[in-house]
């Protein structure tokens, strides 16, 4: 069976760093695209980063300048680096991993990162 295994998260104070993984096992993690989602309490989740199996990425407006997403194909593993952190960042971050050509739509279990002094 699939999975999306996310460690990584945690607290962090205001203007601090974090890196958020997300492992995938699927056999040719290359060909996905792979995207870093996050839902606050009482908000709608929000698409945050996304990168293509192309390279190509995009930022929501309230993240581009701060958080940068990567990955490496020969781990299986995209990243997010997450810096100059706000209380506003506070959310459970979700992993997804997407084949858009076969239908195949993959969600990790979700990380509670929390922004707070």
């Known amino acids: 069976q699939v999975q999306l295994v996310e460690p990584g998260g945690g607290l962090v104070q205001p203007g601090g760093s974090l890196r958020l993984s997300c492992a995938a096992s699927v056999r040719i993690f290359s060909i996905y695209d792979m995207g870093w989602y996050r839902q606050a309490p009482g908000k709608q989740r929000e698409l945050v980063a996304a990168?293509?199996?192309?390279?190509?990425?995009n930022y929501a407006d309230s993240v581009k300048d701060r958080f940068t997403i990567s990955r490496d194909n020969g781990k299986n593993t995209v990243y997010l680096q997450m810096s100059s952190l706000k209380p506003e960042d506070t959310a459970v971050y979700y992993c997804?991993?997407?084949?858009?050509?076969?239908?195949?739509?993959?969600w990790g279990q979700g990380t509670q990162v929390t922004v707070s002094s």
């Open positions: 990168m293509s199996s192309f390279g190509d990425r």
């Open positions: 997804n991993a997407v084949l858009a050509r076969l239908g195949y739509d993959y």
